[in-house]
């Protein structure tokens, strides 16, 4: 942690009051509405405030049972003061109990000053992993597609090209994943009379859709091809 804001025990315990102080004297006010409520000049942290709040889960979580837990308060309180401490940027977006939301907007109005931070995301929670397939740079493919999120993996699959994946997508442990494979190799390929024996009804049906009709007696080796979803398709192509 940086020195800068390396706080104690006390100074945490200190500044956790003072911004539970605030959203209590705030609730006094909350009768004019949610928006008059945001407009406050209360809302106003100070910096070792705001930085404490936004990196720290348990800040942050003790805010939110003052707030009902409203995410959209909590989003807005930081927009209403992020724009005073421009300078804490880079601390916030290395600190593991800064909120998926905060990092990803950061990035999005351009503080993101080191892209291969996105590199570390994959192992995190699936908003940034997504977040991180979407613009991390080729040299951490590898690296994403290792990621237990199956969102995040077929983004990278994406990223990199279907018909450089379809081996790998194919035998992935998510359906979802493989029902895309299953959806755009060709109806004459191997792999997708490979598919015929997949665990998942609904990967199945894609196949019994594509699948030649002298070759949809393959579909019967497989239990799963008695279920409701894939028999109906194959009443339709018989």
């Not at 804001?5 to 006390?10: A, I, K, M, R």
């Not at 009051?17 to 949610?34: C, E, H, M, N, R």
């Not at 936004?54 to 308060?73: C, D, E, G, T, W």
């Not at 300078?87 to 351009?110: E, N, V």
């Amino acid at each position: 942690m940086s020195s800068e804001y390396s706080f104690s025990e006390e100074e945490i315990e200190a500044l956790n009051k003072s911004i539970l102080a605030k959203v209590d004297l705030l609730k006094k006010v909350t009768y004019f509405g949610t928006q008059r409520y945001l407009d406050y000049e209360g809302l106003r942290f100070n910096k070792n405030e705001f930085v404490l709040l936004f990196s720290n889960r348990q800040v942050a979580r003790n805010l939110l049972v003052k707030l009902n837990y409203s995410n959209y308060i909590l989003r807005t309180l930081f927009r209403k003061n992020y724009e005073m401490y421009k300078d804490t940027y880079h601390y916030l977006l290395r600190q593991d109990g800064c909120p998926s939301f905060i990092k990803t907007f950061l990035c999005d109005q351009g503080f993101l000053d080191d892209f291969d931070l996105l590199g570390e995301w994959f192992n995190t929670d699936c908003v940034l992993s997504r977040y991180a397939a979407e613009y991390c740079n080729k040299k951490f493919f590898k690296e994403g597609l290792k990621s237990k999120d199956a969102r995040t993996r077929l983004i990278l699959y994406q990223r990199i090209g279907l018909d450089d994946c379809f081996d790998d997508m194919v035998n992935d442990s998510s359906k979802d994943v493989r029902k895309v494979a299953a959806k755009f190799l060709n109806k004459d390929d191997p792999r997708l009379l490979k598919m015929s024996m997949d665990k998942s009804q609904e990967v199945i049906s894609v196949v019994a859709k594509k699948l030649d009709k002298d070759k949809l007696s393959m579909l019967f080796k497989n239990p799963k091809s008695f279920g409701k979803n894939v028999s109906g398709v194959l009443k339709e192509r018989f």
